[in-house]
């Protein structure tokens, strides 16, 4: 019997090759992973890639207790922590949805009952769902660009978690989304200040932080930052905030590179280390690790000149889009829920609107054909996210990719228009129009200007 089974040639190595085609084209990415441009920033010392690449045989004796660290790992988070203000951190190697459900577990108790943003990441609502506990969700009262981008308002959040004690006992837990991937910050002191001070009684509060480390590095968002509380600590010391960094979204991390951070009551990172005991895989993976220790001494040392840089980088390019002719058709102002003090938009997360040509998942197919690289897409607008991996370069790629397509739109436009011809066309000789204004330019029409050209006639348009 003749299997239908397909074999492939064993030497093949697919991912390999396609990774390494797409690394060797230097895509310049305005989605995440700044570290995929490391070596190319406009601020650093020129770095070398094998730095991120240390791997060893080698545990605890001559390394460290990635659990319970008491040597160079421990030093390396206390560093970290020093950095972004919070009591204690702790490094993860398995991405932000790990670090979530390190997180959630850590402040659950049994029966608790929590209440979450709905607009929270899938890891949030599958492990709170896999704990069996009560959940009640925050649904979106804000909504833009019909229902692409969702919010809470702050009179929504305190309603839900007032009208809950007011039938009983409140929510012992409160999770929500700090920062959203399209670039809405919400003020979380002036959050949890406005809860505690309208009398709601949760003390337990996980933040997914995930999108916003680079926030704790420039002045216009740091005031924002989850771990910017101790003026609330001291009025609640029985608080206990926790919160998780994706650093690879933007920081010069690997991929799943992830910090937890936490403030408040002292018992708080000894239950984090117990959880992280519990879920995060036995071997957790060195260069990440590296890139952690690595992050946390280069944005100490360059984390303000390079937030402060990306600002500049989006102001050139507001600047090209406004003033180059043959970006007219881009709009750049993008505000959204503008009455909300308690959100506010990440000046370098920039929404082009490029509704005047075409939807934006075209320009992003024809932008990755210049090797620019973006993800999120709304109907009309392209999200731009100038991450500190994103370089002159790259900015000056962007704006003569968006003019080339301009330039493609507006002749095929004119082609459009000249459908319907708005002048003579005449063959030199005989000098004879064979179109006239207003005659349509159909298939026989430009055959035969073509059938003009090719015997060596001058077709002119006049
Ligand atoms: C808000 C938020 N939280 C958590 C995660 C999960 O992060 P990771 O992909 O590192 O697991 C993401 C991923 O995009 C996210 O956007």
Same mark, same amino acid.
């Given at each position: ?32 992973? =700044? ?201 609640? =010391? ?86 180059? =002719? ?137």
């Amino acid at each position: 019997m003749e299997s239908n089974v397909v074999r492939f040639n064993q030497e093949e190595t697919p991912l390999f090759d396609s990774l390494k085609n797409i690394c060797q084209k230097e895509i310049h990415s305005f989605h995440a992973l =700044p570290i995929s441009s490391a070596g190319h920033s406009d601020i650093l010392p020129a770095q070398r890639k094998e730095d991120f690449c240390l791997e060893a045989t080698i545990t605890d004796e001559a390394f460290d207790n990635f659990f319970f660290p008491k040597g160079v790992i421990s030093k390396s988070q206390k560093l970290t922590a020093q950095l972004y203000n919070a009591d204690n951190s702790f490094y993860i190697t398995g991405g932000t949805s790990v670090a979530n459900q390190i997180a959630i577990t850590a402040l659950y108790d049994k029966e608790d009952h929590i209440l979450v943003d709905k607009n929270c990441h899938q890891s949030v609502h599958f492990h709170s769902q896999a704990l069996g506990a009560n959940v009640d969700y925050l649904n979106s009262d804000l909504t833009a660009e019909d229902e692409q981008i969702k919010a809470w308002s702050l009179d929504k959040l305190t309603t839900t978690a007032l009208d809950k004690q007011s039938k009983g006992k409140g929510y012992d837990i409160i999770i929500l989304t700090a920062q959203s991937y399209e670039g809405l910050i919400y003020d979380i002191p002036g959050v949890l200040s406005h809860l505690l001070k309208s009398g709601v009684s949760t003390r337990k509060f996980f933040i997914d932080e995930a999108w916003g480390s680079l926030n704790y590095f420039c002045d216009d968002t740091h005031p924002y930052t989850v771990m910017n509380i101790d003026h609330i600590i001291e009025q609640y =010391p029985d608080l206990e905030v926790v919160c998780t960094h994706s650093a690879h979204k933007s920081l010069f991390c690997l991929r799943q590179a992830s910090l937890i951070h936490c403030k408040g009551k002292s018992v708080l990172p000894h239950k984090i280390e117990v959880a992280k005991f519990r879920i995060h895989t036995t071997s957790p993976n060195y260069p990440i690790l590296a890139s952690l220790d690595l992050a946390q001494s280069c944005m100490y040392q360059y984390g303000a000149e390079m937030a402060l840089y990306s600002r500049t980088l989006v102001d050139k390019f507001k600047a090209s889009v406004s003033l180059d =002719p043959q970006l007219s058709f881009l709009n750049t102002d993008f505000e959204l829920f503008q009455d909300q003090k308690h959100i506010l938009h990440d000046p370098t997360k920039v929404m082009v609107n490029v509704g005047k040509i075409s939807d934006a998942s075209v320009i992003k197919e024809k932008l990755l054909q210049h090797n620019v690289f973006v993800k999120r897409t709304l109907n009309k607008h392209l999200l731009l996210n100038f991450h500190i991996g994103i370089n002159e370069l790259a900015v000056n790629a962007l704006i003569s990719a968006l003019s080339t397509i301009a330039r493609e739109f507006l002749i095929n436009q004119n082609d459009v228009v000249l459908n319907i011809s708005e002048k003579f066309i005449i063959p030199y000789p005989p000098g004879v129009p064979i179109v006239f204004p207003g005659d349509q330019i159909n298939d026989a029409v430009t055959q035969k200007i073509k059938t003009y050209e090719e015997k060596g006639l001058l077709v002119i348009a006049a």
